[in-house]
Each structure stands twice: as C-alpha cells, then as structure tokens.
C-alpha cells in the first residue's frame, strides 16, 4: 500500500523512475510547474523566473483580504509608529526653546539642555537623543531668529518701503543681531560652535538664508550675476558688525550701529562708482569702439 502510494506521489512531482546501471534514480518536473500548480501562486506562468521577475502585488492584496485584522493591525502599528516620531521631535523642540533662557548663565551647554528639559517636566535623558547637542542648540536659535525676522518683514512692510534701500539694509541687519544681544557674552563660544567641522555646512547654509532674507525683505528682487555679488556683500558686513558687537561696550551698542551704518553706506558707494564707471566706459566706447567699453565692463564687475 505504502509503495504504490508513495509511486503516485513521485508521478505527480517528478518524471517516472529511471533505471540507470541498476540504480533508480528520480527526475523531478521543472519548479515553474510545480509552482504554476500551487494554489499560493498569483500567476499561472510556466515560463523560467529568469526571464520574468516574480510579482507579489496580487498576493499582498488576497493576504490583506484573508486576514483583515492582521493588515489593520499593521497599518496601525504604523501610523501610531509615525505620529510617536512626530510627537518626539516636538518634544525635542520643546526642550530646544526651554534651554534657550539658561544659555545666558550656562552657555551654549548640555547643561543649559538638561535644565530645560527639566523646566518641562522632560526627562534628562531626552538630550541624550540630540547627535550634536550644542550645535543643534545654536541651529535652533539660528532658526529661531530667521523666522522671527520673516515675521517682522511680513507684519510691517510699509516700514521699510518707506526707507532707501541702504537704510532698510542696515535696519534688518539691526533687528537680527538685537536678537543676538541678550546672549552678547556667550556668543563667541556660539560662533566656535558654528566653526567645527561637523557644523559647518548647517551653519553656512543659515546664513546664506539669512542673507537672502535681508535682501529679499528690503525689496531687491535681482536675478543676474548681481545676485552673487551682493549676497558676498552683504554676508561680509553682516559677520563684521556681528564680530564688532562682540567687543562692543557702548550703551545699546551704539558704536555697533554706527560701524554697521559706515559698512553699508560704504557698499553703497561702491555700487554707485561700479555703475559709474560702467555709464563712463559705455561713453568713451561709443567713441573708440567696444573693446575698451567691454574691458572696463569685466574689470568692474570681476
């Protein structure tokens, strides 16, 4: 009984027993048969897998289909997953805007993070999640500010149209290191922290967003070659007045305001003679020809 049994098994999986030398031997049907039989398959194909990847879209669905639960479970799982990470970053910036008041008196620190998180009623140990703990305290500040000046541009924009372009310049960049003034004495170890490597590209890119935020709120709107160059500009005055308020003891940083008056005015000015040698080249070409208009043209603005 065992044995035609066990016959009838092999004539279903395999080719018919082979007699070779005296010794049987079993040759088994091609797996894409076998496969192309079975009920867990999703495609009847008895092509080799070689020339066409197997597709697993259809038995995801009939498994979604024949246990229900079990895919609700998932999905759920998921969301609760997703809303948990959304929740933990906001509770990281919580503990962020809560180590802000104690940076005045323990510095851009952990120890100023592990305060904050106390202020809040957060465990200590949420610094611990934060790969780059002071660097990402000053990030958040950098942020803080820039959305705070975004804020100011956007609330009060007939203040500034009623300005001449250089005085809406130095009134921005006024109103974003005033920002700066409370934390004046640990500032330096800020920028020492904005200054190693691992926080470099973070730390440039904010200020290059500060930047185009100043001139984008005092209304330029250039999208020439001239776009760069005032950018450079601006970023070198900005980060001169900021270095100058750092030893800075006059009252309100009066001297701060009137250096960040002089290096505005002074860019300026430059502009206006850049342009006016451009108008005297363009007059003295007209008379001698292009060449010398255009070699004036490149000196000037290169």
Request: glycine residues 6%; aromatic residues 10%.
């Given at each position: 009984?065992?044995?035609?049994?066990a016959?009838?098994?092999?004539?279903?999986?395999?080719?018919?027993?082979?007699?070779?030398?005296?010794?049987?031997?079993?040759r088994?049907?091609?797996?894409?048969?076998?496969?192309?039989?079975?009920?867990?398959?999703?495609?009847?194909?008895?092509?080799?897998?070689?020339?066409?990847?197997?597709?697993?879209?259809?038995?995801?669905?009939?498994?979604?289909?024949?246990?229900?639960?079990?895919?609700?479970?998932?999905?759920?799982t998921?969301?609760?997953?997703?809303?948990?990470?959304?929740?933990y970053?906001?509770?990281?910036?919580r503990?962020?805007?809560?180590?802000?008041?104690?940076?005045?008196?323990?510095?851009w620190?952990?120890?100023?993070?592990?305060?904050?998180?106390?202020?809040?009623?957060?465990?200590?140990?949420?610094?611990?999640?934060?790969?780059?703990?002071?660097?990402?305290?000053?990030e958040?500040?950098?942020?803080?500010?820039?959305q705070?000046?975004?804020?100011?541009?956007?609330?009060?924009?007939?203040?500034?149209?009623?300005?001449?372009?250089?005085?809406?310049?130095?009134?921005?960049?006024?109103?974003?290191?005033?920002?700066?003034?409370?934390?004046?004495?640990?500032?330096?170890?800020?920028?020492?922290?904005?200054?190693?490597?691992?926080n470099?590209?973070?730390?440039?890119?904010?200020?290059?967003?500060?930047?185009?935020?100043?001139?984008?709120?005092?209304?330029?709107?250039?999208?020439?070659f001239?776009?760069?160059?005032?950018?450079?500009v601006?970023?070198?005055?900005?980060?001169t007045?900021?270095?100058?308020?750092?030893?800075?003891?006059?009252?309100d940083?009066?001297?701060?305001?009137?250096?960040?008056?002089?290096?505005?005015?002074?860019?300026?000015?430059?502009?206006?003679t850049?342009?006016?040698?451009?108008?005297?080249?363009?007059?003295?070409?007209?008379?001698?020809?292009?060449?010398?208009?255009?070699?004036?043209?490149?000196?000037?603005?290169?």
């Amino acid at each position: 009984m065992y044995g035609s049994t066990a016959k009838r098994l092999l004539q279903h999986f395999g080719a018919p027993l082979v007699s070779s030398s005296g010794t049987h031997m079993i040759r088994f049907r091609p797996l894409q048969s076998l496969v192309s039989r079975s009920h867990f398959s999703t495609t009847v194909n008895s092509e080799p897998f070689a020339n066409e990847p197997p597709s697993f879209a259809n038995s995801t669905s009939s498994y979604a289909d024949e246990f229900p639960n079990i895919s609700n479970s998932s999905s759920s799982t998921a969301d609760h997953t997703r809303r948990s990470r959304v929740e933990y970053q906001d509770e990281q910036a919580r503990v962020l805007q809560a180590s802000l008041p104690h940076v005045i008196r323990l510095g851009w620190s952990e120890a100023a993070m592990i305060a904050g998180a106390k202020d809040i009623g957060v465990s200590a140990s949420i610094v611990g999640s934060f790969p780059r703990k002071e660097g990402m305290l000053v990030e958040f500040f950098m942020d803080d500010c820039l959305q705070r000046l975004i804020d100011r541009i956007e609330s009060s924009p007939d203040e500034l149209k009623s300005l001449i372009p250089s005085d809406r310049i130095t009134k921005l960049i006024r109103i974003r290191l005033e920002m700066q003034s409370p934390y004046i004495s640990k500032w330096p170890q800020a920028l020492s922290i904005q200054a190693q490597p691992v926080n470099v590209p973070t730390s440039f890119k904010q200020r290059a967003m500060l930047v185009d935020e100043i001139w984008h709120g005092a209304g330029d709107d250039t999208a020439d070659f001239q776009w760069y160059v005032k950018r450079t500009v601006l970023g070198g005055i900005y980060s001169t007045t900021e270095i100058y308020m750092l030893t800075d003891n006059s009252p309100d940083f009066r001297d701060t305001w009137a250096f960040l008056d002089d290096r505005v005015k002074d860019a300026f000015d430059l502009k206006k003679t850049i342009q006016e040698a451009t108008y005297l080249a363009e007059a003295v070409g007209a008379g001698m020809g292009t060449s010398l208009q255009g070699f004036v043209k490149r000196v000037f603005q290169g």
